[in-house]
């Protein structure tokens, strides 16, 4: 039964993952050092140096190719649940994951007819 109490847990959690955020960026920020000067602020990225201005479009492949990834990703995050309940949810959440499954298929199965992972075009 869902009880508030039962929430207690989740609660602290939470209270302490946000009081240790709060503690490491006020530390640090007191902490650490403040020297400035043209070496310190200059833009370092891998030992490589720069080149170019940071507003050189890029492919809107690339963009296409994470949003795509992030969107069949997630969609593992919503199968925990069902693992974890699979008994409870018998036969008919067997038939509701496999219509998820379905829907993200088809989902799948247009963007590789539309082009949108392949690279060369």
Sequence with gaps: MNLPENYIPVLI????ALAFCIVALVGSAMLGPKMHGKVKDDTFECGIAYEGDARTPFS??????????????????????????????????????????????????????????????
């Design 13 to 16: 959690q939470v209270g302490v």
């Design 60 to 121: 809107i492949k690339y963009f296409l190719t994470a949003i795509l990834f992030v969107l069949f990703d997630i969609e593992i995050v919503f199968f925990y649940p069902y693992a974890l309940n699979i008994r409870e949810f018998g036969i008919e959440g067997f038939w509701e994951v496999l219509a998820f499954i379905i829907i993200f298929l088809i989902g799948f199965v247009y963007v590789v007819k539309k082009g949108a992972l392949d690279w060369e075009k």
